[in-house]
T-cell receptor, first 112, second 109 residues
Framework: GGIITQTPKFLIGQEGQKLTLKCQQN?????MYWYRQDSGKGLRLIYY???????QKGDLSEGYDASREKKSSFSLTVTSAQKNEMAVFLC???????????FGPGTRLTVL | GQQVQQSPASLVLQEGENAELQCNFS?????MQWFYQRPGGSLVSLFY???GTKQSGRLTSTTVIKERRSSLHISSSQTTDSGTYLC???????????FGQGTSLSVVP
């Protein structure tokens, strides 16, 4: 087994601010993902990384940057926070692209 | 049209009743997962089941590839089963995991 940790649990920022969310996994998984879940809505893929040193854009990458620092960690940066981006950001990992995905507890973003 | 469709959208059960949740998808698949989410909570993987039947306790997942559908059966429901159940499908056509809109389940005493 393993665990995915996301920091911080709650993130509050000002409009226009650059904000960074962090994700760590100890599954030794190759592939990691960032999703955004808006209240009452489904999940949308922001970025994913198939292996260390790889970075792929998802459906919602505009306004975000991502960085796969090492195999176990994947960061997401909101480049200029907007009020309409208030949501829960979920990190996930899997052994391979079509393998079972495991999710972290999420970071809830509030923009003032 | 929607690539992954779940039904029903919501369901209310009396404790002890059974439920069958459906997930229909429009393409061939490489992976299929069922997740559970409490309000304000994260996603918990229930089943990774690209084909066939898997059981865990009171939960059973059956995926029939030819019919492009998967089901999640909950037997003897409990109030703690309340929450949202999501199915997700990945295929070479999608190039990502595509989530259904979920089934919101409420189990009342």
């Amino acid at each position: 087994g393993g665990i995915i940790t996301q920091t911080p649990k709650f993130l509050i920022g000002q409009e226009g601010q650059k904000l960074t969310l962090k994700c760590q996994q100890n599954f030794n998984h190759d592939t990691m993902y960032w999703y955004r879940q808006d209240s009452g809505k489904g999940l949308r893929l922001i970025y994913y990384s198939i292996t260390e040193n790889d970075l792929q854009k998802g459906d919602l990458s505009e306004g975000y940057d991502a960085s796969r620092e090492k195999k176990s960690s994947f960061s997401l940066t909101v480049t200029s926070a907007q009020k309409n981006e208030m949501a829960v950001f979920l990190c996930a990992s899997s052994a391979g692209f079509y393998a079972e995905q495991f999710f972290g507890p999420g970071t809830r973003l509030t923009v003032l | 049209g929607q690539q992954v469709q779940q039904s029903p959208a919501s369901l209310v059960l009396q404790e002890g009743e059974n439920a069958e949740l459906q997930c229909n998808f429009s393409t061939s698949l490489n992976s299929m997962q069922w997740f559970y989410q409490r309000p304000g909570g994260s996603l918990v993987s229930l089943f990774y089941n690209p084909s066939g039947t898997k059981q865990s306790g009171r939960l059973t997942s059956t995926t029939v590839i030819k019919e492009r559908r998967s089901s999640l059966h909950i037997s003897s429901s409990q109030t703690t089963d309340s929450g949202t159940y999501l199915c997700a499908v990945a295929s070479s056509s999608f190039s990502k995991l595509v989530f259904g809109q979920g089934t919101s389940l409420s189990v009342v005493p």
